[in-house]
């Protein structure tokens, strides 16, 4: 009696490998099969990038505080983004094809597994400071998120140097306002005298221009005046005329600070405008990458597991062929009664 070896289609072999106690297929998940796409997703990812320096596609200037995107080109950004797809379908393609038999219907979610772990690891990287070895687009991705609050340090620090340099030039001004006014007593009087006039006039005269003394502005001018009589030894009209013109002098200055105050604000705003459209940008391009990549991958997984499924198929009916076909041609002899 001659016998062959029975033909098993996948489906059965998935039942007769995984499954329950009704005899139903119980999907599972093979880490392995997703080690292994991300593994192969990153060293092609690593391959691109090589070939894209020694291309000169991947050749950027360095990060700028206010546009993190400003050095880098579409073109550029294009074939990176192209790349890390390719990398990440190949990936999902090779846990895919690696899957389990009783996996196979679920390809896909290997594939997207894959996507994840890539994902998650690249943040990592990023995160340590490696962002290097995922290529320059998580360079960019990085660099943009910790340049988000670099346009509010460059504006804080900004202010707090205008704000220095209107306490300098103020104090310079009422400097000069007091040296001129001790400059006309005599240079052979008591050199005591000298310094307690400074001391006098340069008191009133900088309370007269404190901008806290703005309610009493009418009574600090008549102490600056008569100080300006008493030590500095000018006329009442001398002294007059001197406030005077310190105070358009004064007004002219305050002007002048409250234009580059105000230039600076324009400044500010029109950079933190900037950074906040280039960031805007930078997170919109990297939504589409990381969505193009996980559907990439997704797609790759299922795509892995048919080929897996097919290669079964095609090896089951090749070794059925093959048996039966040796078979025929040595039959086993029956025994003679």
């Known amino acids: 009696m001659n016998s062959s070896l029975p033909y098993s289609s996948p489906e059965a072999l998935a039942r007769s490998t995984v499954g329950d106690s009704s005899g139903r297929t119980r999907a599972t998940v093979s880490w392995g099969a997703i080690f292994a796409g991300v593994s192969a997703a990153l060293a092609l990812q690593v391959l691109f990038m090589m070939l894209g320096a020694g291309l000169g596609f991947a050749i950027y200037s360095p990060l700028t505080s206010e546009n993190p995107v400003a050095n880098l080109g579409m073109g550029a950004l294009l074939i990176q983004g192209i790349s890390a797809v390719v990398s ?115 008191f009133a005269v900088a309370r007269f221009f404190n901008p806290a003394q703005e309610g009493n502005t009418a009574a600090n001018r008549t102490a600056a005046v008569t100080a300006l009589v008493e030590h500095a030894g000018m006329s009442q009209a001398d002294a007059d005329r001197a406030v005077t013109e310190w105070t358009a002098t004064y007004e002219r200055l305050r002007a002048d600070l409250a234009a580059a105050k105000e230039a600076a604000a324009t400044k500010a705003r029109e950079a933190a405008e900037t950074a906040a459209n ?60």
């Not at 997207?112 to 998580?138: E, I, N």
């Not at 030039?169 to 400059?183: C, H, L, P, Q, W």
């Not at 960031?279 to 990297?286: D, E, I, P, T």
């Not at 897996?308 to 059925?320: H, M, P």
């Open 88 to 202: 990440l379908w190949f990936g999902g393609w090779v846990a895919g094809r690696f899957s389990p038999v009783g996996a196979r219907a679920t390809g896909w979610l290997h594939g997207f597994s894959v996507w994840g772990a890539a994902t998650v690891g690249g943040v990592m990287l990023v995160a340590l400071g490696a962002g290097w070895m995922m290529g320059d687009l998580s360079k960019i991705i990085g660099g943009g998120l910790s340049a988000a609050g670099q346009p509010a340090a460059a504006v804080a620090g900004g202010a707090v140097d205008l704000a220095a340099d209107a306490v300098k030039r103020s104090g310079d001004t009422i400097t000069s306002f007091v040296d001129e006014a001790v400059s006309n007593r005599p240079a052979n009087g008591p050199a005591n005298r000298g310094i307690r006039a400074k001391r006098e006039v340069g």
């Open 278 to 337: 280039a960031l805007a940008l930078l997170s919109l391009c990297a939504f589409v990458g990381f969505l193009f990549g996980a559907l990439a991958a997704t797609w790759g997984g299922s795509h892995g597991a048919k080929c897996a499924t097919t290669c079964d198929e095609r090896k089951a009916i090749a070794l059925s062929r093959r048996d039966s076909s040796g078979i025929a041609m040595n039959p086993v002899p029956v025994a003679e009664t």
